[in-house]
């Protein structure tokens, strides 16, 4: 179910909600929903199903004001598929191993990820109802630097080196929405943009060179009100005609981006691609 569709259930609950600082209603799903889904498209979650399954549902029911429902002999059924006739919690204790899991997974992910967020959930001991924390309660009112995804160039004149830049900046695209938050792509962008008009405080843009049946990725991200470069990386790869080598790379360069920001203490990152430029 969409977040958004539960917005008239959570509104009715507002007084009585499980989210830990009172919130608009509505900014709540919002940042709720795109935080769970960035979470479960991230690389830990996308490789345990049933752990991303056990979060989804939990989640979902503080948003629809239905937390009161979450025990355990419900989670069995619902989520771990178990049949009423023959489920038993106290012989059966897939509930609390995997919420158990789930606890750690959590742990590692913010370990990871923290400083990009402003939601954070939390699963209490001895409760299956998610805690959720803002971690910016005036995130809105705060400046948020905003980093521009410009070309990634195949260097040689090779169509086919031209469309794995292509493949690889759409990937990049992708992983950054997953990492950083929504990617904004106005459609008045265009050669002509002033990037300082637009309060842009970073670019990130790059290149690929191919030598056999290798790749390799160089990446820039640059302070546009300075022009200095703020941090470079070079990225290898074989197999370089392949969907995969794209993900793997745009991985790794994400992966890399994420550290560079927490080090410059950019929090809440807005990502603008432009179609063209």
Known sequence: MDTLDMLPAYAEQASNRDVTQALDTRTDVVL???????????????????????????????????????????????????????????????????????????????????????????????????????????????????????????????????????????????????TVGGIVTPSAFGRSLNLADQDIAYALEGSVRFESTRARVSIRLTDIHTGGLVWVGQFDEHAVTTIDAQETLARSICKQIGTVLHKFDIRHPQVWAPDSF
């Open 32 to 178: 709720i929903g795109g935080e769970l889904e960035r979470m479960l498209a991230s690389d830990l979650f996308t490789r345990s199903k049933r752990l991303s399954r056990l979060l989804r549902y939990l989640v979902e029911h503080v948003i629809s004001g239905s937390s009161h429902t979450l025990k355990e002999y419900s989670i069995g059924l619902d989520v771990f598929d178990k049949h009423p006739s023959s489920y038993d919690p106290c012989v059966d204790p897939i509930v609390r191993v995997q919420v158990g899991r789930l606890r750690e997974k959590l742990q590692q992910y913010y370990s990871q990820h923290a400083a990009l967020h402003s939601i954070r959930f939390e699963i209490p001991l001895g409760n299956y109802v998610p805690m959720i924390h803002r971690m910016c309660p005036e995130m809105e009112n705060t400046d948020t630097a905003k980093l521009i995804v410009l070309s990634i160039q195949g260097i040689s004149m090779d169509h086919n080196d031209a469309q794995f830049a292509l493949g690889l900046r759409e990937e990049l695209l992708t992983r950054l929405f997953h």
